[in-house]
């Protein structure tokens, strides 16, 4: 949706726009290409091959419930989350599909996993001992997945707590083991040795291991070719729209359509300085719009002087420094009737995508995207 259509949100007949009345930014998520960007990468690995969705820190921010739903519908049936608690609320929504927690198997945390049918990602020996001790009485023995770390020393099995294991096969006896994953540490960088090597070491790793089916790639790597592909992929932020290929064209769809509302517009003078820290002076007479999104909304202070937006279809510039609830905006030479009270301009969007805007930020698309705020009127379309 363009801005023109929006702006201004007061010529809206009474009554049928209340909330985005109310609103100081609108945060439009379209659900129907975060399923076309899953079915894309589903195409991509084919069908021997199953995609996951990534959906930890509530979707990347986006909202884990209707996202994981949407992704539900188009046929997705394996989800990874960071915690306990986010496989738990997850759970309550999906019935089913099978959840997988990649923080691992806490302490005190067990019953609860078994529980809520969870997929415990087990880190170390000590999580596999536990597992084991815990569902060899079971009947309906429940799978966990058995991370190898092969060179983000993050977490996983250490090299040397993978010899170990090789060496006392045991400790997986009566394990049914859903995967064996790792992750890649570079696989942005199409080039880059790293991306051989872990490949490498899995493979080592998972010959002298129990057969179990495998898993290497997140976004980034699907697009390194099918010999990362293994058993099962686990995509997190391309289903959101952000380029798993840095320095190619993107070719997810675009997901996040932010729009922000000018809440004052304002001539100001050659010379007089915009914002705290009187950084951004004018060197000629101009046009201000003052927006409503600032740091507390996820919109980064550090992208000040760098950031655009777009306003009836031009790129403007972001002037002065973003302070906590309000962005400034140099509107000069933009057509006043296009600039007014209560219309909106868009932060994100195709032209701005979620990784532009994190570049000028000094930071990624994926910070963008999990630090959006609360305050933003959120509006799920398509799905
Ligand atoms: C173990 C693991 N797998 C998959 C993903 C998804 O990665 P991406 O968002 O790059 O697709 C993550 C995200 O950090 C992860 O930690």
């Keep these: 949706m363009s801005s023109k259509r929006l702006a201004p949100v007061h010529r809206h007949p009474a009554g049928t726009n209340a909330a985005a009345d109310r609103a100081s930014a609108i945060l439009e998520i379209d659900l129907g ?7 894309m990468l589903q195409g991509k690995v084919g069908k021997a091959v199953q995609c996951a969705a990534v959906v930890k820190a509530d979707g990347y921010g986006l909202g884990a419930a209707p996202v994981a739903k949407a992704l539900a519908a188009a046929g997705c049936k394996t989800f990874f989350v960071a915690t306990l608690e986010e496989g738990l609320a997850l759970r309550e929504m999906l019935k089913t599909a099978e959840i997988a927690v990649l923080n691992g198997l806490l302490p005190r945390t067990e019953q609860e996993v078994l529980r809520a049918r969870l997929i415990p990602v ?13 569902v060899l009485p079971l009947k309906q023995r429940p799978t966990a997945m058995l991370h190898l770390d092969t ?29 064996i994953m790792s992750h890649l540490v570079v696989a942005e960088d199409p080039k880059h040795a790293k991306n051989a090597e872990q490949r490498r070491l899995f493979l080592a790793a998972r010959r002298k291991l129990p057969p179990a089916p495998a898993s290497l790639a997140a976004s980034s790597g699907i697009f390194l070719g099918s010999d990362f592909h293994f058993d099962l992929v686990r995509a997190g932020a391309a289903l959101y729209g952000i380029n798993p290929l840095t320095d190619q064209l993107n070719p997810m769809s675009q997901v996040t359509h932010l729009k922000g509302k000018i ?92 990784d532009i805007v994190g570049a000028r930020a000094g930071t990624i698309g994926y910070e963008v995207l999990t630090a959006l705020g609360r305050r933003y009127h959120r509006v799920y379309i398509g799905g």
Excluded: C
Aim: proline share 3%.
């Design 33 to 39: 290409a975060i399923q076309r960007n899953w079915r």
């Design 122 to 134: 087990l880190n170390d020996l000590g999580q596999l001992d536990v597992w084991r001790t815990l």
């Design 151 to 179: 060179g983000l020393s993050r977490l996983g099995l250490s090299r040397a707590e993978t010899q170990v294991l090789v060496g006392e096969p045991d400790r997986l006896a009566g394990v049914a083991l859903r995967a």
């Design 263 to 354: 809440v004052q517009v304002r001539d100001v003078d050659r010379g007089e300085t915009v914002g705290y820290g009187a950084e951004h002076r004018m060197d000629r007479g101009g046009r201000i719009a003052t927006v409503a999104v600032g740091y507390a909304d996820g919109w980064f202070r550090s992208s000040k002087n760098r950031a655009m937006a777009g306003i009836a279809g031009r790129q403007v510039p972001i002037v002065g420094r973003i302070s906590m609830d309000l962005t400034t905006l140099d509107v000069t030479g933009i057509d006043p009737a296009l600039v007014e009270v209560g219309g909106f301009v868009d932060l994100i969007d195709a032209k701005n995508p979620v």
